[in-house]
């Protein structure tokens, strides 16, 4: 049996020793083959330097480079598809998720009842009212929209069988959201709940999460493009019966509609409608063509193997 353990690096240069040196206890807890690989994400201080060292140092460790930052789930993606082992563990390497989750996920995995995967939930979000706030109202929007229900609070921290693996890195799509794929990849999973530290602050600002809804909407959803739907047909609706209004008054009163406000009432608010529904529609289509392109998520640099010398 092998064990591969999988994390991604950028500004990680503090965590980088203590993290091999606390994985690499519990993995040897667990069995004496497995592999450390660290997949370097553009980090702009010294983090591929310490790896390169570790490698060099241990066997065991391979070190992924990439030849610039690509972005965390296209990095993480990027190792789990060179993972080797028969169980696979990914884990952020900022310590703010404990490698000894390893040792109580392997036990959750070994115990349940055919179980392909075992995850981290927080009971509560860590960091201050900002990231507590926005993070619940991210998930709210998700499973409120989507027709897939995200688990709330899930961390990046889980155990998983090579078969779950193989099916998770199968997914092709050019933007990549791993919280939905690993929903959509479907098999036995088991949430765990777990206490997630604070090392840093969190790079999920405001921009990054909105961005990332957007994203999660577009490949998930087909939420925006009814609504688009429902705004045209409710305006559609309206107009006409403002219309025949305006007509039955004419013929059966003599009475017309004076000044030109409503007039340029409607065209702006028509006007801002066809905008929106264009820019939704418009959000589509770059995804479409993105993926047309067909171009890697990543590239890789530099490989130092755990067999090379």
């Known amino acids: 049996m092998k064990l591969s353990i999988v ?10 020793d203590e993290f091999y040196e ?13 592999e450390i ?6 980090s702009p201080d010294d983090s591929l330097q310490k790896c ?8 065991k460790v391979t070190v992924i480079e990439l030849s610039r930052n690509f972005g965390h789930h296209k990095a993480i993606m990027t190792g789990l598809s060179h993972a080797q082992g028969d169980f696979v563990f990914l884990i952020d390497v900022d310590l703010e998720e404990q490698p000894e989750l390893l040792g109580k996920f392997w036990e959750e995995l070994q115990n349940g009842e055919d179980l392909d995967v075992v995850y981290g939930v ?25 027709h897939i229900k995200l688990p709330k609070n899930a961390i990046t921290c ?8 193989k099916a998770l890195i199968s997914h092709q799509e050019s933007e990549i959201f791993l919280l939905g794929l690993w929903v959509i990849s479907g098999f036995n999973q088991k949430g765990v709940y777990v206490k997630k530290y604070s090392t840093s602050d969190t790079t999920y600002n405001a ?7 957007f994203n999660f909407l577009t490949s998930f959803s087909s939420f925006p493009l009814k609504i688009i739907f429902y705004i045209g047909f409710t305006i559609s609706f309206v107009s006409s019966t403002y219309i025949t209004w305006i007509v039955i008054q004419k013929i059966f009163f003599d009475v017309s509609l004076e000044g030109w406000t409503s007039l340029i009432v409607s065209i ?9 529904s264009i820019g939704v529609i418009g959000i589509y289509i770059s995804k479409i063509f993105s993926e047309t392109k067909q171009r890697p998520n990543t590239i890789i640099r530099k490989k130092y193997e755990a067999c090379d010398e």
Not at 52 to 59: E, R, V
Not at 207 to 213: A, E, P, Q, V
């Open 37 to 42: 690989i660290f997949v370097d994400d553009g």
């Open 7 to 16: 994390t991604t690096l950028y500004k990680s240069s503090p965590y980088v």
């Open 268 to 276: 702006w608010f028509l006007g801002g409608v066809m905008l929106l």
């Open 207 to 213: 921009r990054r999460k909105i961005s990332l809804l």
């Open 122 to 146: 927080q009971r509560a979000r860590k960091g201050g009212w900002f990231e507590k706030v926005t993070g619940d109202l991210f998930y709210r929007l998700c499973n409120k929209i989507a």
């Open 52 to 59: 390169i060292t570790l490698h060099q140092q241990d066997k």
């Open 22 to 34: 606390r994985i690499s206890k519990e993995a040897q807890k667990i069995t004496d083959n497995y």
């Open 158 to 165: 889980r155990l998983t069988t090579s078969q779950y693996n």
